[in-house]
């Protein structure tokens, strides 16, 4: 994050040495004003515990979340983390809600977005949805993801010729985040954001998850059911909750 960019309504703690931030719904347009009005990029990345513990593994991606404006908490286990640390309480956010709230305070100063990502009907379906739903903000250019790796550099130009307020990025994309994060010199000042999720609910490919089942964190049972390999992840998450309590017992 920009050391001179204070985002109004947002604090930022740590668990287990990753920066989380915790602010309220109502402060996304204020903090999306703020990184619109400072000369300088920013990125906004969507945090699961599985996100912690990559954090933890990966000096790069670790750099990426540090380095990012706003560090968003989704999952349950990570609300969870910042008590068992005994951390002030944080709020959870649903990605699809949050891109909704920041695209919203961009269609009322007639801001611009760029889309990258998906295959030529979920990128239609994504500008479309957004245009209808939002018809102040102006889409400045698209680009399916999937590409040859030497299309790339015509890709960025693009990008940066456009200067959108708001790169949204979705699948198709190598390197997903890091990808936005290795690439944040070539563009102009303003916030990019990756999310698959986002893209396949613009695009109808999924269903927005219900409010409760987000709050009981029981949204994300489908990924189970359709990758169920996931399941050998449990004693990574066995081990990190040994590194949670390591931090809790040297914080006494």
């Given at each position: 994050m920009d050391a001179e960019v204070v985002l109004p309504g947002v604090d930022r703690t740590d668990i287990a040495g990753i920066p989380v931030d915790m602010f309220s719904e109502e402060a996304i347009p204020e903090a999306v004003d703020a990184m619109l009005a400072s000369d300088t990029y920013h990125q906004i990345v969507f945090l699961r515990t599985w996100d912690l513990i990559r954090a933890r593994r990966s000096p790069q991606f670790r750099q990426c979340v540090r380095e990012s404006s706003l560090s968003v908490p989704v999952s349950r286990g990570i609300k969870r983390s910042a008590g068992f640390l005994r951390r002030r309480p944080l709020n959870r956010h649903m990605p699809f809600e949050f891109v909704i709230r920041m695209l919203g305070a961009l269609e009322q100063r007639n801001r611009s977005v760029y889309i990258l990502g998906g295959d030529k009907t979920h990128l239609h379906r994504v500008e479309e949805g957004i245009k209808l739903t939002f018809?102040?903000?102006?889409?400045?250019?698209?680009?399916?993801?999937?590409?040859?790796?030497?299309?790339?550099?015509?890709?960025?130009?693009?990008?940066?010729?456009?200067?959108?307020?708001l790169l949204l990025?979705?699948?198709?994309?190598s390197g997903k985040d890091?990808?936005?994060?290795?690439?944040?010199?070539?563009?102009?000042?303003?916030?990019?954001?990756?999310?698959?999720?986002?893209?396949?609910?613009?695009s109808d490919r999924k269903r927005k998850p219900s409010r409760q089942a987000f709050l009981?964190?029981?949204?994300?049972?489908?990924?189970?059911?359709?990758?169920?390999?996931?399941?050998?992840?449990?004693?990574?998450?066995l081990w990190f909750g040994l590194v949670l309590l390591y931090h809790r017992i040297r914080k006494r």
């Open positions: 018809p102040g903000i102006r889409v400045v250019g698209r680009y399916t993801g999937y590409y040859p790796r030497e299309y790339e550099l015509n890709i960025t130009t693009a990008i940066k010729k456009s200067a959108p307020d990025v979705g699948p198709g994309i890091l990808w936005v994060f290795t690439h944040r010199k070539l563009f102009n000042p303003g916030i990019s954001v990756w999310s698959t999720e986002v893209f396949d609910i613009f009981r964190g029981t949204d994300r049972i489908s990924v189970l059911l359709t990758r169920p390999w996931r399941v050998l992840r449990l004693p990574v998450y």
